[in-house]
Antibody, heavy 126, light 105 residues
Framework: QLQLQESGPGLVRPSETLSLRCDVS??????????WAWIRQPPGGGLEWIGT???????FYNPSLQRRVTVSLDTPRNHFSLKVTSVTAADTATYYC??????????????????WGQGTLVTVSS | QLTQSPSFLSASVGDRVTITCRAS??????LAWYQQKPGKAPKLLIY???TLQSGVPSRFSGGGSETEFTLTISSLQPEDFATYYC?????????FGGGTKVGIK
């Protein structure tokens, strides 16, 4: 069973860069049938997908964040990372990393987020 | 875009509860449902609109296709009071519905 754990600073100053890491245990991030995602949730709010990375190197970002976001894989260390530049108070949220498992929808492949980290609260404040 | 209704519902233990998720464009069965309890990460309940994730109780069921989907809890249990989200998994950007909070009547 995969386990994911986020780590990183809980407080980031406005205009600086938010950096988080997600350590994956119980399996390899190069495993066939998985991709890796970041999702965030502002206090009292709903879920917002940030981005997804495949082992193949394909990366997809939320257009609303694309100019400021980078998701990357570190295969030797079995973790993946998130960077968000030029943060503001609107970036204050609980950030989750998740593994999306390959399944089948209408006979074609689809991925659903079946393994989540516990989440880490990041506050943007001076 | 995904629109969930209602945003909030109150129900009693043993009630049958149905939550609706509407998509602005047809997405076939590329839909997942998640349950989130306060202070916890979301948990996958259903994918491909109606396939129950391993370990999820059979009182949960999903249905629908294209633009209208439902999540039904056949007999609400105390541990089911939570917020439920739908997510389309057909195209990027992935999107979530706004959530439905199920509270105690």
């Amino acid at each position: 069973q995969l386990q994911l754990q986020e780590s990183g600073p809980g407080l980031v100053r406005p205009s600086e860069t938010l950096s988080l890491r997600c350590d994956v245990s119980g399996g390899s991030i190069t495993s066939y049938g998985y991709n890796w995602a970041w999702i965030r949730q502002p206090p009292g709010g709903g879920l917002e997908w940030i981005g997804t990375i495949y082992y193949s190197g394909s990366i997809f970002y939320n257009p609303s964040l694309q100019r400021r976001v980078t998701v990357s894989l570190d295969t030797p260390r079995n973790h993946f990372s998130l960077k968000v530049t030029s943060v503001t108070a609107a970036d204050t949220a609980t950030y989750y990393c998740a593994g999306a498992r390959l399944g089948y929808c209408s006979g074609a492949t689809c991925y659903s987020l079946d393994n989540w980290g516990q989440g880490t609260l990041v506050t943007v404040s001076s | 875009q995904l629109t969930q209704s209602p945003s909030f519902l109150s129900a009693s233990v043993g009630d049958r509860v149905t939550i609706t998720c509407r998509a602005s464009l047809g997405i076939s069965d590329y839909l997942a449902w998640y349950q989130q309890k306060p202070g916890k990460a979301p948990k996958l309940l259903i994918y491909a609109a109606s396939t129950l994730q391993s370990g999820v109780p059979s009182r949960f069921s999903g249905g629908g296709s294209e633009t209208e989907f439902t999540l039904t809890i056949s007999s609400l249990q105390p541990e089911d009071f939570a917020t439920y989200y739908c997510q389309q998994i057909k195209t990027y950007p992935l999107t979530f519905g706004g959530g439905t909070k199920v509270g105690i009547k």
